[in-house]
Every structure is written in structure tokens, then in C-alpha cells.
């Protein structure tokens, strides 16, 4: 546990970066500190390593003031990845990663071995060991700084804009193969960001701060929308905000219709549904074609599974030429679909809690 008890932070200039903050950080959750530009949350992060000192309050981890333990002792036991990656220019990927376990003792040989190890839980190829930084993507230097940040297996991992330096497709893979490896790793995360969207995605809790570093907001993700607690809270998430919550709900009590039994060559007749049209499931590839009366073939879409959320059964039924989806139940099972309209009823309450 990661505790901020009534935390200042007045900076010799006279800015008020962080202002009698009090935050309660879960051991093994993924916390985000998430507000516009100046609003203290690096501020914030750094009080927790002891690269900023706090004006007063206290920083406490599992009952310990950080301010009691040793810097260079602290900082071993906490995972840092930076924006920019923070590579150094001159050392090879994998000594790269090495460094930590270095810092630690462990010889070349065994720390490289651990480095090796790192590499491939963030999915960075074996080949790319011996290169240097300069010789690498954006998205892979980031990997690099996280497997650094992992390497010495650290309880703690602060993340200070770890995705904002690359393009927004590598940073949709990031954030997804981060929270993957959350979810492998457990570890207690810290990150900051000024982008609510990967704050949504990625936090367990997300901090809401606000210029001066106040605490707006220190709640899950879906009560962040649901119920914005402050006006400043409430703008930051008013773009899209019904469609962003449809992330978080299931689908759960949606009604569906049985699939006619398939014809000869696997085809499907949707008459029913739609006169002329028929589908073919491609159990393979997880997808189905659409097929209208001239024989004319829309597709591939994808099945959508049972547990999906509510917004991945309006992407697919949106994107179907028939308005209706196939659905494949937790056994594998492709035996319904459903339409549009069937989604009304798991889509109104949104409406209602949006309005
Ligand atoms: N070393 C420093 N000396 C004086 N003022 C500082 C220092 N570091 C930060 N500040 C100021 O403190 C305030 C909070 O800065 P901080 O970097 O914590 O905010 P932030 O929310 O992380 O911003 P950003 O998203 O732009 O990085 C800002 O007004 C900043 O200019």
C-alpha cells in the first residue's frame, strides 16, 4: 500500500504543484493520475521515489516513510519508466535492461540473463539485444524502458507518460500488452497521464487532479463516468462519455435469436432476418460473411463473443450490412445472433444515467 497522507509540495519558485493530497494506492493495483498539463501529477509520482521531496505530509509504503528509507535503497525497489524511454545512447539493449540488476550485484552474465528474460516477457524480440537505442522504433524503445523498469522485478513501477512520445496505433499495442502484463505481473503501478481515454483503459482507480495538484476525483473507472464528482471531472470526460461507458458494461440480458441449422457449403439462410441475405461462419478465423441475395459477399466481420462489452456488440452490429451480429457463447458454441434492436434495451439505461 501506497499511502499520501495530507501531501504538499510548494516549490521554491512559489508554485503550488501539489496541494494537501490524500491517496490511499492498493497493493497490485494500477493507479492513474490523470489531469491537464502543470496540475502536479508528475509532482506527485516523484514524491513516492523520492526525487521530489514534499514541502509537508508524508509518503508511506506498506506503513514505511519513504523519507526514512535510503534514496538509492527506495529507488531498487522502484521500477521508473520514463517518456522518452531515457535509454542510455551508449549501451546495447540488453546492458540496457541489465543496468538495474547491475546497480544490484549480479554479474554480467547473470544480469544479462535476467535482462533476457525481460525482453521477452514485453515481447521484444531476442535479435534486437545488441542493438543500440538510436537503431530502434519508438514503440520498441518504450519496451526496452519497460522491461528495464521490470527487469530487477520491482513491487513498485511508476510511469510517467510512458506512451505519449509514439504514434497512436504502437500506443494502442502498448497499453494493450501493458495491461496484459498487469494483469500477469500484479505489480503496484503508478502512471501518469494527460489523456483520460488511456487513463480509462488502463486504471483499476484513476486520480482526478486539477491545476494546484488538487484531488478531484479517486475512483474506478466506470464511477468516474457514471458519476463525475466535480464540474472539473465532469468536463474532462464529457466528450463521449456515454459511448466510452458502453466499454464497461456487458452484454449481459441481451436477447438473441437461434441460427437456422446451416444449409450445403455451410450457408446460413437469414431470410428472417433479412430477406435474401445468408451468412457463412468461418470457425477458423473466428469471423462470418455476409451474403446477399445476388450472391454478392460482405465481410469478413467478427463474431462476437458472449462476455464481450456493450460497445463491442454495437461496433459489430454497426459495421454489419444486416444490423445483426453472431454471437459465440463460452463452450465455442455459434448458435445466435443478435440485431440492433436488441441492443436497445442494454443500451437505454446508459442513455438514462448520461442524461
Ligand atoms: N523543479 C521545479 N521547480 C519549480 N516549479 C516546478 C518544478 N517542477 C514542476 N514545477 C511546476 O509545478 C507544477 C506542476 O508540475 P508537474 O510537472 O508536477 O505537473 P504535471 O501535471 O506532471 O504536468 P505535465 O503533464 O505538463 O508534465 C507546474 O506548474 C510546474 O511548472
Same mark, same amino acid.
Given at each position: 500500500?501506497?499511502?499520501?497522507?495530507?501531501?504538499?509540495?510548494?516549490?521554491?519558485?512559489?508554485?503550488?504543484?501539489?496541494?494537501?493530497?490524500?491517496?490511499?494506492?492498493?497493493?497490485?493495483?494500477?493507479?492513474?493520475?490523470?489531469?491537464?498539463?502543470?496540475?502536479?501529477?508528475?509532482?506527485?509520482?516523484?514524491?513516492?521515489?523520492?526525487?521530489?521531496?514534499?514541502?509537508?505530509?508524508?509518503?508511506?509504503?506498506?506503513?514505511?516513510?519513504?523519507?526514512?528509507?535510503?534514496?538509492?535503497?527506495?529507488?531498487?525497489?522502484?521500477? /521508473?519508466?520514463? =517518456?522518452? #524511454?531515457?535509454?542510455?545512447?551508449?549501451?546495447?539493449?540488453?546492458?540496457?535492461?541489465?543496468?538495474?540488476?547491475?546497480?544490484?550485484?549480479?554479474?554480467?552474465?547473470?544480469?544479462?540473463?535476467?535482462?533476457?528474460?525481460?525482453?521477452?516477457?514485453?515481447?521484444?524480440?531476442?535479435?534486437?539485444?545488441?542493438? /543500440?537505442?538510436?537503431?530502434?522504433? %519508438? %514503440? =520498441?524503445?518504450?519496451?526496452?524502458?519497460?522491461?528495464?523498469?521490470?527487469?530487477?522485478?520491482?513491487?513498485?513501477?511508476?510511469?510517467?507518460?510512458?506512451?505519449?512520445?509514439?504514434?497512436?496505433?504502437?500506443?494502442?499495442?502498448?497499453? =494493450?500488452?501493458?495491461?496484459?502484463?498487469?494483469?500477469?505481473?500484479?505489480?503496484?503501478?503508478?502512471?501518469?497521464?494527460?489523456?483520460?481515454?488511456?487513463?480509462?483503459?488502463?486504471?483499476?482507480?484513476?486520480?482526478?487532479?486539477?491545476?494546484?495538484?488538487?484531488?478531484?476525483? /479517486?475512483?474506478?473507472?466506470?464511477?468516474?463516468?457514471?458519476?463525475? @464528482?466535480?464540474?472539473?471531472? #465532469?468536463?474532462?470526460?464529457?466528450?463521449?462519455?456515454?459511448?466510452?461507458?458502453?466499454?464497461?458494461?456487458?452484454?449481459?440480458?441481451?436477447?438473441?435469436?437461434?441460427?437456422?441449422?446451416?444449409?450445403?457449403?455451410?450457408?446460413?439462410?437469414?431470410? #428472417?432476418?433479412?430477406?435474401?441475405?445468408?451468412?457463412?461462419?468461418?470457425?477458423?478465423?473466428?469471423?462470418? #460473411?455476409?451474403?446477399? @441475395?445476388?450472391?454478392?459477399?460482405?465481410?469478413?466481420?467478427?463474431?462476437?463473443?458472449?462476455?464481450?462489452?456493450?460497445?463491442?456488440?454495437?461496433?459489430?452490429?454497426?459495421?454489419?450490412?444486416?444490423? @445483426?451480429?453472431?454471437?459465440?457463447?463460452?463452450?465455442?458454441?455459434?448458435?445466435?445472433?443478435?440485431?440492433?434492436?436488441?441492443?436497445?434495451?442494454?443500451?437505454?439505461?446508459?442513455?438514462?444515467?448520461?442524461?
Amino acid at each position: 500500500m501506497i499511502t499520501f497522507e495530507s501531501v504538499s509540495k510548494l516549490y521554491p519558485g512559489g508554485t503550488q504543484a501539489v496541494t494537501d493530497l490524500d491517496l490511499q494506492i492498493a497493493t497490485g493495483s494500477f493507479t492513474v493520475l490523470v489531469g491537464p498539463s502543470g496540475c502536479g501529477k508528475t509532482t506527485s509520482m516523484r514524491m513516492i521515489n523520492r526525487m521530489v521531496a514534499p514541502t509537508s505530509g508524508r509518503i508511506l509504503i506498506d506503513g514505511q516513510d519513504v523519507a526514512d528509507i535510503r534514496a538509492v535503497t527506495l529507488r531498487l525497489g522502484i521500477g /521508473y519508466v520514463l =517518456q522518452n #524511454a531515457g535509454l542510455f545512447p551508449h549501451r546495447t539493449v540488453l546492458d540496457n535492461i541489465a543496468t538495474v540488476q547491475r546497480l544490484l550485484g549480479l554479474s554480467k552474465a547473470q544480469a544479462r540473463a535476467k535482462a533476457h528474460e525481460a525482453m521477452e516477457r514485453v515481447g521484444l524480440d531476442a535479435s534486437l539485444a545488441t542493438r /543500440y537505442p538510436a537503431q530502434l522504433s %519508438g %514503440g =520498441q524503445k518504450q519496451r526496452v524502458g519497460v522491461a528495464r523498469a521490470l527487469a530487477a522485478d520491482p513491487p513498485i513501477l511508476l510511469m510517467d507518460e510512458p506512451f505519449s512520445a509514439v504514434d497512436p496505433i504502437v500506443r494502442l499495442e502498448l497499453q =494493450q500488452e501493458v495491461a496484459h502484463l498487469q494483469a500477469e505481473i500484479k505489480k503496484t503501478i503508478v502512471m501518469v497521464t494527460h489523456d483520460i481515454d488511456e487513463a480509462l483503459i488502463l486504471g483499476d482507480r484513476i486520480a482526478v487532479l486539477a491545476p494546484g495538484g488538487v484531488l478531484h476525483q /479517486y475512483a474506478s473507472p466506470i464511477d468516474i463516468l457514471a458519476r463525475p @464528482a466535480t464540474d472539473f471531472v #465532469a468536463s474532462l470526460v464529457a466528450k463521449d462519455r456515454g459511448f466510452r461507458a458502453l466499454s464497461f458494461e456487458t452484454l449481459t440480458g441481451l436477447g438473441t435469436t437461434a441460427l437456422p441449422v446451416p444449409g450445403p457449403e455451410g450457408l446460413i439462410d437469414m431470410s #428472417a432476418l433479412a430477406p435474401g441475405w445468408g451468412v457463412r461462419v468461418n470457425r477458423d478465423s473466428g469471423t462470418a #460473411a455476409w451474403i446477399d @441475395a445476388d450472391g454478392a459477399v460482405f465481410g469478413p466481420h467478427p463474431l462476437v463473443p458472449a462476455d464481450a462489452s456493450l460497445r463491442t456488440g454495437l461496433d459489430a452490429v454497426l459495421a454489419s450490412p444486416t444490423s @445483426a451480429a453472431l454471437l459465440v457463447d463460452g463452450t465455442g458454441n455459434i448458435g445466435s445472433y443478435f440485431t440492433l434492436a436488441d441492443l436497445g434495451p442494454l443500451l437505454r439505461p446508459n442513455e438514462q444515467a448520461r442524461a
